[in-house]
């Protein structure tokens, strides 16, 4: 079953423009960490952030975190035709077993 | 590194064959998952191993799939016999999970096409 739920389903944006993505889950976390997919290809590793970051950046990514809503965002600013992909946010809980879950993704397309 | 690498990458059968996806995980890696993905349910956690014993097969769907992983670089995913429904994208991933965190890297996956 799906832990994180991303959110918009779909976001299309001009170039230049900031993209923001949202997830929300619903159990406690350990870590959280946004993926990102081209189509037809694996999940690529984007950041990680941990349940007692509030923020965490790399180059234009943001991701912010809010324990106490459940909730974080993925943040791309000046984007770029190239950043068309679907995104995904990841959780895991903890415990003895790593096990990453992953939400339904948000499909960005960023327009020339 | 050559990353993770899935064999094939694309796999047509009829219902009723066996099926065998194939994956080499990055060297050093100590845990391997393997994902289905579709439309409909999106990425869906089937198994993973941590040094090669399976830890968590509860996301294989039914008796039909069974995953082995013999060494260190090698895993299976085999589905016998096949069903149209088991259509999807099978991705093996792995990762160097530490303090029980980790990034995964994703093979480019195995497209599955059941007649």
């Known amino acids: 079953s799906q832990q994180g739920e991303e959110d918009p389903q779909a976001l299309s944006i001009q170039e230049g423009e900031n993209a923001t993505m949202n997830c929300s889950y619903k159990t406690s976390i350990n870590n959280l960490q946004w993926y990102r997919q081209n189509s037809g290809r694996g999940l690529v590793h984007l950041i990680l952030?941990?349940?007692?970051?509030r923020e965490k950046h790399s180059g234009r990514l943001r991701v912010t975190l809010d324990t106490s809503k459940k909730s974080s965002s993925l943040l791309i600013t000046a984007s770029r035709a190239a950043d068309t992909a679907s995104y995904f946010c990841?959780?895991?809980?903890?415990?003895?077993?790593?096990?990453?879950?992953f939400g339904k993704g948000t499909l960005l397309t960023v327009n020339p | 590194d050559a990353g993770v690498i899935q064999s094939p990458r694309h796999e047509v059968t009829e219902m009723g064959q066996e099926v065998t996806l194939r994956c080499k995980p990055i060297?050093?890696?100590?845990?391997l998952f393997w994902y289905r993905q579709t439309m409909m349910r999106g990425l869906e956690l089937l198994i993973y191993f941590n040094n090669n014993v399976p830890i968590d097969d509860s996301g294989m769907p039914e008796d039909r799939f069974s995953a082995k992983m013999p060494n260190a670089s090698f895993s299976t995913l085999k589905i016998q016999p096949s069903e149209p429904r088991d259509s999807a994208v099978y991705f093996c991933a792995s990762a160097k999970v530490r303090a029980n965190t980790g990034e995964l890297f994703f093979g480019e996956g195995s497209r599955l096409t059941v007649l």
């Open positions: 990841a959780t895991d809980s903890g415990g003895s077993n790593y096990k990453l879950t």
């Open positions: 952030i941990r349940s007692n970051e």
């Open positions: 060297s050093g890696h100590n845990s």
